[in-house]
């Protein structure tokens, strides 16, 4: 157990609301990572940060935004939610961008 | 483009016997892979990895192959265990990025 969690674990939206997933880490960890994961696709990366205020894209980050105020917090928002985006999201963590990261519980997401 | 692929999606063997795993990328410049599995409804945990200037790396019943010129590595996995039935998805990473590439994914079913 890496000290990873997520929430929520679970979450049925309308097309059109906001969301915001929220990941939570108490390793002080300084890269975390937000992915998807959809069948026939794997898990696709959409933002990361590398430390505190400093994130980037992944490569499929549009829709979606992110912000880091504190190392321990990673928020994922989708501003207006669509059916696309209905997935299993995971937070990861890594001490080094290089190093193994470790993945959250994961957030099932349904946009109806 | 998919720079990480694992051809086969799915592939059941009879506990006791060698699972073997594999997975292709394009990106001559990846020089660092993990291996990780993923229980339904829990977030993937880290297996293995295997840096670029080695072809081999063994942790137990798991040992990871690296091809650098076919760009393709595998994963055995010797005995099978009903318990190592999983998706197992690899990744990819090259120096200087502070993010990993995965695969699709294989779904590993091992019969007892």
Redesign the interface.
């Known amino acids: 157990d890496a000290g990873?969690t997520q929430s929520p674990r679970h979450k049925v939206t309308e097309t059109g609301t906001p969301v915001t997933l929220r990941c939570h880490q108490t390793e002080n960890h300084r890269?975390m990572?937000w992915?998807r994961q959809d069948p026939?696709?794997?898990?696709?990366?959409i933002h990361?940060s590398?430390g505190v205020k400093d994130t980037?894209k992944?490569?499929v980050s549009d829709g979606y935004s992110v912000s880091r105020s504190k190392t321990e917090d990673f928020l994922l928002t989708l501003e207006s939610a669509t059916s696309s985006q209905t997935s299993v999201y995971?937070c990861?963590i890594s001490l080094e961008?290089?190093d193994?990261?470790?993945?959250?519980?994961?957030t099932r997401l349904t946009v109806l | 483009d998919q720079q990480v692929k694992?051809n086969s999606p799915s592939l059941s063997v009879q506990e006791g016997r060698i699972s073997i795993l594999n997975c292709d990328y394009t990106n001559s410049m990846f020089d660092?892979f993990?291996w990780?599995k993923k229980y339904p409804?829990?977030?993937?945990?880290?297996l293995i990895?295997i840096s670029s200037i080695k072809d081999k790396n063994e942790d137990g019943r798991f040992t990871v192959f690296l091809n650098k010129s076919a760009k393709h590595l595998s994963l055995h996995i010797v005995p099978s265990q009903p318990g190592d039935s999983a998706v197992y998805?690899c990744?990819a990473?090259k120096?200087g990025?502070?993010?990993?590439?995965?695969?699709?994914?294989t779904r590993l079913k091992v019969l007892a």
């Open positions: 990873i890269y990572y992915y026939g696709h794997g898990l696709r990366l990361y590398y980037d992944g490569e995971f990861a961008g290089r193994t990261q470790y993945f959250g519980p994961g | 694992q660092y993990l990780y409804a829990e977030g993937p945990t880290f990895s998805f990744a990473s120096t990025t502070y993010k990993y590439i995965f695969g699709t994914g």
